[in-house]
């Protein structure tokens, strides 16, 4: 069975891109990850990629005069490693349209906020300022406009009376680390199925 090939993009800490290496080291798991590709060269996950054993690759914007140039050179890089799925993981740069079109249902995000509630930065703060009881985490198809794209999974996480910022993102954390595989894993098996907003799972058996 040939796997998928996944390049995932960080900026940062890059935990989510370790479960998914995790997930990968599975032999029945149906993707692998040919590249980290980060667009800060100090970005921690970076280390974490490569004790997996996983190319990674730094494709840092300052060094380019504009988002365009930027983006190609991401586009290169991805080429090069031959990614068929691009999963955004922490990745703290907004795509344009143009580069999103070039990978046409295939960029994945990670969100820690139940979509199409609190897109943006900070949200857990948001959340537990707006005073929702429950919030959680999205793993949506990239589309043009920031955190918007078609749903593929959601867990919710509830909220507690004394919920921090960070004590909430942790939960939520902690979520993401296992939807973000598994949707991974619907993808590569041939299962998600986009129509118009909603994703549609096929059960496996040729439905
Ligand atoms: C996660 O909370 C993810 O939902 C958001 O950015 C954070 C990245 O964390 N998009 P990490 O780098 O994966 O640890």
Known sequence: MSKLKVAVMISGRGSNMESLAQACTAPEFPAEIC???SNKPDAAGLEKAASFGI???VVDHTAFADKA???H???ETLEQHGAELICLAGFMRVLSARFVQRFPHQILNIHPSLLPS???LHVQQKAIDHGVR???CTVHFVVPEVDAGPIVAQAV???EEDDTEDSLAARILAKEHLIYPESVKLVAEGRVHI???RVRISNGAGD
């Open 69 to 71: 140039a930027f983006e």
């Open 118 to 120: 609190f897109p943006g």
């Open 55 to 57: 190319p990674t690759a």
């Open 73 to 75: 050179a991401v586009v």
């Open 134 to 136: 429950f919030s959680g």
């Open 195 to 197: 129509d118009g907003r």
């Open 35 to 37: 590249v980290v590709l």
């Open 157 to 159: 996480v509830p909220i």
